[in-house]
């Protein structure tokens, strides 16, 4: 039973690890659309095609305000940090029970 809970560690730590490295990539896009990028630059490129699936239908959920703030990379970094305090948290502890 040992092996199930290994795997089940093995799991949660690469969900883990891609959970934090998208919220790093969202961050940056973040930082960078202040500086008004160019968009042919093949770095904003990459973090546009990376970022937006996710933040299109938060976009669609919560449209920026009239001033021009554009709450959906944060809103996407609170969902992140979420599933890594619900989901992940979890899958830690059913694989320690399971050692």
Request: charged letters at 10%; a positive charge; aromatic letters at 12%.
């Amino acid at each position: 039973m040992f092996v199930f809970g290994n795997v089940v560690l093995g799991i949660a730590k690469v969900l883990d690890v891609a959970l934090n490295i998208y919220m790093w990539v969202i961050i940056i896009r973040a930082l960078i659309s202040w500086v008004n990028p160019d968009p042919y630059n093949p770095i904003v490129q990459i973090l546009t095609k990376m970022t937006e699936p996710v933040l299109r239908p938060i976009r669609k959920l919560v449209p920026p305000y009239k001033v021009g703030i554009d709450f959906s990379p944060l809103i996407a970094a609170l969902i992140i940090l979420f599933l890594q305090y619900a989901l992940i948290n979890t899958l830690y502890r059913i694989g320690n029970s399971m050692g």
